[in-house]
């Protein structure tokens, strides 16, 4: 064997090997692909299936709403705030603080009120807001205070 068939050989070989990597790598990607795919779906199947006696709680609710029922209307809407609060906090989500000042990392400053609490704290909550761990799924929607209102002595 001359040294350029030996050559053309071992480019042949080193080809070969970066070609099967290159397909290799390509299937892992697909195969990982599909695997984050199905992880998502059976994630999302659990709580679904978590979710569906709250909305049979909610069905009978909406069910004494029709028949007049108010006591057992209330009761069933205070059942199915109880029954999906606990679901969601089971399920790592938490209520994000509104007490003292607006932090613009988990608050939505919606209006800026005069007020006689301190500047920049949060005076009232329009829509609360959620958390994943450090993770913001809502901010909380908040109004804050703003200086009172200077005052002219007249």
Known sequence: MT???RHDTDEAQVDDRYLRLAAD???YKKRA???REEIATFANERL???LLPILDDLERALVAASEHE???LEEGVRLVHRSL???LERNGVKEISTDGAFD???HEALLAQPSEEAEGS???VVQKGYAIGDRVVRPARVVIAAAPPERTDG
């Open 70 to 72: 108010e006591a057992r």
């Open 33 to 35: 692909a599909r695997e």
């Open 104 to 106: 613009p990392h988990v």
């Open 85 to 87: 609060a606990t679901l």
């Open 3 to 5: 040294d350029e068939t």
């Open 48 to 50: 679904v299936k978590e």
């Open 122 to 124: 949060v005076i009232d």
């Open 25 to 27: 790598f390509d299937n």
